[in-house]
């Protein structure tokens, strides 16, 4: 089974920027759609963005939208998650995974879960 591995993350001011990569070990991550979830301290684990196995299909949450970008390079075995006008409402514990059921946006339809990166936004 694929392993997922996300990092990048760290500490950066308020309107600034970020990028977050996911890399894959043990299989090509062409062969998975993927989605970027986080968890900030006290809420439940959040739908951030999701990308299709070939990058042609792009979906994310309304709190994002048109700030955030999720792209992939399949030679690359990476998925990666870049954010724009960064708030400190985007402070949280971000992971990425692959999707085993078609469909949802839920944690429980991901699997193969990384170790999540720590994003923290200073005003």
């Known amino acids: 089974q694929v392993q997922l591995v996300a990092s990048g993350g760290g500490l950066v001011q308020a309107g600034g920027s970020q990028r977050l990569s996911c890399a894959a070990s043990g299989r090509s991550i062409s062969s998975y759609n993927v989605g970027w979830f986080r968890q900030a301290p006290g809420k439940e684990r959040e739908f951030v963005a999701f990308i299709n196995w070939s990058g042609s299909n792009t979906f994310y949450a309304d709190s994002v939208k048109g700030r955030f970008t999720i792209s992939r390079d399949n030679a690359k075995n990476t998925v990666y998650l870049q954010m724009n006008s960064l708030k400190v409402e985007d402070t949280a514990v971000y992971y990425c995974?692959?999707?085993?059921?078609?469909?949802?946006?839920?944690?429980?339809?991901?699997?193969?879960w990384g170790q999540g990166t720590q994003v923290t936004v200073s005003s």
């Open positions: 995974a692959k999707q085993w059921v078609h469909g949802g946006t839920r944690p429980t339809d991901f699997d193969s």
